[in-house]
């Protein structure tokens, strides 16, 4: 009885996993063939005020304030908001150092996380566009520019920038690289269908009007801000002319975040529980960010039902699974040089991420601060 019981469950689990992985972005491929929505863009001078919420962050600070004022953008329209949240460091004597420029502006706060920053931030800030980023990636000279072209579309509330990261020089790092490459090609036909469900947190813009001050310890202001314009009627959009640039970052570093930002769709799901109730992207929401969470609790069903599988099933089932895993775990023992690194390093990413997905449940049991992990990368340019 268990185990004509058991048997469903594995079938049904594998068909989730696949549909999940590659049979969504198959049919998400061909559903942006038929059903593209173009942006209209135009140059249109607008306000702009920069958020950038930074905790002990000297570091990266003054590379960045230097990239910020060198955007390709009307310097008479754009105002920075640095907001030091809690820092001990010299982020704040920084900040008063390009204060001089007229430009920069230092909005300190006891540390509340970046939530608290951002809701500083949005108090102060006078743009009719607000420009998020963070303290680490460097943005392309002329991104602020393409971002804010976006909205001469009135259909468009927030668009999203892109993250290119430098090439990886492990087999470690470059499976990192394609797995971000993977969640790219998906937001951009999202993005020509309608609206992606989320922006890339160091690099997004969206009108004034539609920010919406965020909940004490949200994860993802990136999620949670486009949501609030997404839910008025407007479009969130993929922009892949605005660039950020970001430094590899080894497995460990991408599991920590990876906790952070599934714990954060857990959280979206319990501020904003209407995203199970159908939308115009409730199929994309439901594929991509849904289906991510439920993916590993999907992968062990699977595992576990796969020996009440009857012949001549059970053999191969349970032969692929323990290559598969049995691969992914001796990729902690072999060689970077080794020819079968490469493919090992992809299923240890791939089952990394799995069980960040899993750990990520955790935070409805415990406070959403507990996740919070500086994100540390191996290369980096020092600030000039």
């Known amino acids: 009885m268990l185990r004509a019981l058991l048997q ?14 590659a ?4 049919l998400l491929a061909l559903m942006a063939c038929f059903r593209t929505r173009p942006v209209f863009k135009k140059s249109v001078p607008r306000t702009v005020t920069v958020l950038l919420p930074v905790r002990n962050g000297d570091h990266w600070l003054r590379g960045k304030l230097n990239s910020l004022l060198s955007l390709d953008y009307p310097s008479n329209l754009v105002d920075i908001l640095v907001i030091s949240d809690g820092s001990t460091d010299q982020t704040d004597a920084i900040t008063e150092e390009f204060a001089s420029t007229g430009r920069v502006e230092l909005v300190r706060i006891p540390g509340g996380g970046k939530a608290a ?19 680490r990636q460097e943005i392309a000279p002329e991104s602020l520019r393409n971002l804010v072209d976006c909205f001469a579309d009135p259909a468009v509330g927030a668009a999203s920038g892109e993250l290119v990261i430098h090439d990886g020089t492990t087999h470690e790092e470059v499976s990192v690289g394609f797995y971000w490459k ?6 951009k036909r999202e993005s020509r269908i309608h609206s992606v469900m989320g922006t890339t947190g160091c690099i997004y813009a ?20 486009p949501l609030a314009a997404f839910f008025r009627g407007y479009r969130v959009i993929f922009e892949e002319s605005a660039i950020a640039v970001d430094y590899p970052t080894s497995l460990d570093d991408e599991f920590r975040r990876k906790v952070r930002t599934q714990a954060g769709v857990y959280q979206i799901l319990r501020l904003c529980p209407r995203l199970l109730i159908p939308h115009r992207m409730w199929v994309a929401f439901l594929s991509h960010k849904f289906a991510r969470l439920l993916l590993p609790f999907a992968l062990l069903a699977a595992a576990l039902s796969t020996p009440a599988l009857r012949p001549p099933w059970r053999t191969p089932a349970l032969i692929a699974q323990a290559l598969f895993y049995g691969l992914a ?21 791939f089952v990394v991420l799995l069980a960040a997905a899993f750990c990520a449940a955790f935070v409805l049991f415990r406070p959403s601060d507990h996740v919070w992990k500086e994100t540390r990368v191996r290369t980096a340019r020092p600030a000039p």
């Open 8 to 21: 469903p469950v594995f079938f049904v689990s594998m068909a989730f996993a696949f549909y999940t992985l």
């Open 23 to 26: 049979g969504y972005p198959l």
């Open 117 to 135: 920053a951002l809701n500083a931030g949005l108090e102060r800030a006078r743009g009719e566009i607000l420009f998020f980023t963070d303290v």
């Open 182 to 187: 993977y969640e790219k090609w998906l937001r």
């Open 206 to 225: 969206m009108r004034r009007e539609l920010a919406v001050p965020l909940p004490a310890g949200t994860l993802v202001d990136d999620m949670y801000l």
């Open 329 to 349: 775990l001796s990729d902690l023992w072999i060689p970077d040089r080794f020819p079968m690194k490469r493919l090992s390093a992809a299923f240890r990413s």
